[in-house]
C-alpha cells in the first residue's frame, strides 16, 4: 500500500491561546488487493478536503502546549477499482466528519516554528459514495474513538 497526503493550513491567534485555522488537504492512495482468481488488482483514491477547527494551547512546562482541538472536515474525491484486469469499477466520494483531538501537543522552538503531535481522535462521521456507471448511492456513517498518530511541523509568521 503507498499513500501520501499533505495539508495546508492558515491559522490566526484571537488570544495567545485560542488559534482558528482553516486547512485544505489532498490525500492519495494506492492499494494492491487479491481477486477470487489469485489476480493482483489495484484500487486508486484521490481526495479534496476543507478543514476549518479551534485549538486551545494550554501551557504544560517552557514551551511545551497542551492543545486539543475541535474541528469539522468535509472531502470529495473519487475511487478507481480493478475489478480484473482491464476492468475498473468508479465512484464519487463525499465525506464529512466533526472531531475532537483530546491529546494533542505542541513544542515551540522558536517564536517562527513549532513540532505537533496528535495521538488520540474521537469523530463522528459520515461517508457517501455514488456509483459512476449506475444511479445508486451508497452511505455510512459511524462514530470513531481511535489512537492514530499524526506530526505536524508548524511554521509562525
Known amino acids: 500500500e503507498k499513500s501520501f497526503g499533505i495539508q495546508g493550513e492558515f491559522a490566526y491567534f484571537v488570544k495567545n491561546n485560542l488559534r ?3 486547512a485544505i488537504s489532498t490525500y492519495l492512495d494506492s ?7 489469485n489476480q493482483w488488482l ?8 476543507f478543514n476549518p477547527n479551534i ?10 502546549y497542551y492543545t486539543p ?8 474525491g473519487n475511487c478507481k477499482s480493478e475489478i480484473k484486469k482491464n476492468t475498473s469499477y468508479k465512484e464519487d466520494l ?4 466533526l472531531y475532537i483531538h483530546f491529546f494533542a501537543l505542541e513544542y515551540k522552538i522558536t517564536n517562527h516554528l513549532a513540532v505537533g ?9 459520515n461517508i457517501k459514495e455514488k ?3 449506475e444511479d445508486t448511492f451508497f452511505g455510512t456513517s459511524s462514530l470513531k474513538f481511535g489512537f492514530e498518530d499524526y506530526a505536524a511541523l508548524r511554521f509562525y509568521f
Open 20 to 22: 482558528l485555522s482553516i
Open 31 to 37: 492499494s494492491p488487493f487479491q481477486n477470487n482468481e
Open 42 to 49: 489495484n484500487s486508486k483514491t484521490i481526495s479534496f478536503g
Open 55 to 64: 485549538a486551545f494551547y494550554v501551557p504544560i512546562i517552557n514551551n511545551l
Open 69 to 76: 482541538e475541535i474541528g469539522f472536515s468535509y472531502g470529495i
Open 94 to 97: 463525499n465525506d464529512w466528519d
Open 117 to 125: 503531535l496528535m495521538l488520540g481522535t474521537v469523530s463522528y462521521g
Open 131 to 133: 456509483d459512476k456507471y
